[in-house]
């Protein structure tokens, strides 16, 4: 990716697991991306309010010691699960007990999440639900189709662009893996079609679960492309 937007640092996304993280600063938001497991290169993102210090990790995927060091002797109040994959929750019964943070994951996704990790998930969040840290808050945005509760999480920066944390629901030139399912993945390219890119301008800058960054404006124009080549 190209120099970011509308930080203050040359923060690019670019990360790989074994590397260090890349962090960004925001008027009132800390983000750091972090990538772990050689396997599955999978995004953790640690989400810090400037004016309270209060912390929030997103996905909690894999090698809890790299995140335990991520996220220091301040702790965490939340960790937010962006779906049920278990890719994305391999850390959390490890960080959860380390930190006592609260439990967050979409409501269709939680029970399986549970089942997994043997973590309760506290808060079941819904589609416009937020969830608060600090000062900052983030917008649940529920995106069907990867999974039945794949969350997305928009944070609507009051001194800048839109921030957003898509999970495996967008990444940089398509949506999610539907696994072959094509009635999922139509429903999921028409859900990031009228939840995401109807609402949100071109300069949002989205967060995917694997891989670089990207903003809206870049992906915009394929929509149609996605829709037709079905995957």
Request: glycine residues 10%.
């Amino acid at each position: 990716m190209a120099a970011s937007i509308g930080n203050t640092g040359p923060y690019s996304g670019e990360v790989s697991p074994g590397g260090p993280p890349d962090t960004r600063e925001l008027a009132g938001l800390i983000v750091t991306k972090l990538a772990v497991d050689p396997d599955m290169s999978n995004n953790c993102y640690l989400l810090r309010c400037r004016a309270t210090d209060e912390q929030v990790l997103i996905d909690a995927a894999a090698e809890p010691e790299k995140l335990r060091e991520l996220i220091g002797a301040s702790g965490i109040t939340k960790v937010i699960t962006t779906h049920r994959h278990w890719d994305h929750h391999r850390a959390l019964a490890d960080v959860v007990a380390a930190t006592g943070a609260v439990v967050v994951a979409g409501a269709d996704d939680a029970a399986a999440i549970t089942e997994q990790t043997e973590v309760p998930v506290d808060d079941a969040v819904q589609h416009g639900d937020t969830v608060e840290f600090g000062e900052c808050r983030l917008e649940v945005i529920h995106l069907v189709g990867h999974t039945p509760g794949s969350i997305a999480l928009l944070y609507d920066d009051p001194d800048g662009t839109p921030h957003l944390w898509t999970g495996d629901s967008l990444f940089p030139g398509g949506v999610g893996n539907t696994f072959g399912d094509a009635e999922a993945f139509q429903t999921l390219v028409e859900e990031v079609s009228a939840k995401v890119f109807d609402r949100l301008p071109d300069e949002t800058w989205f967060y995917p679960g694997h891989g670089n960054d990207s903003v809206l404006g870049n992906e915009r124009p394929h929509l149609d492309e996605w829709r037709e080549r079905g995957w």
